[in-house]
């Protein structure tokens, strides 16, 4: 894992050393780890069955553990619109502007 510092003194970001795919950050204001979906296994074995999932199927306590409820950073930079039922806020939630 390679750990770069993204803003001085405030922010770290992690990609793994051999691909480069980003796997997370810590953010030293908040106090906070982002990890990233890219880090999580998604294969595994179902019970009872024995065979092996289809490529890319997340366990389900995975799914459970990381399902939203919110949607943040939706102000008017967004690329694209998302219709569901999630409380959509312009930064963090509940700590800025809830977006209609």
């Not at 990381?66 to 409380?87: E, K, T, V």
Request: charge should be positive; include cysteine.
């Amino acid at each position: 894992m390679t750990i770069f510092e993204s803003m001085e003194g405030r922010k770290w970001k992690q990609r793994c050393s051999t691909c480069g795919t980003p796997m997370g950050s810590w953010n030293e204001a908040k106090r906070r780890w982002s990890i990233w979906p890219s880090s999580l296994a998604r294969s595994y074995q179902p019970e009872g069955d024995g065979a092996s999932s289809p490529e890319g199927a997340i366990h389900p306590s995975i799914l459970a553990a990381i399902r939203a409820d919110h949607h943040q950073f939706y102000g008017p930079w967004r690329l694209m619109n998302i219709n569901d039922d999630l409380p959509k806020w312009d930064g963090y939630k509940e700590q800025s502007q809830r977006v209609p």
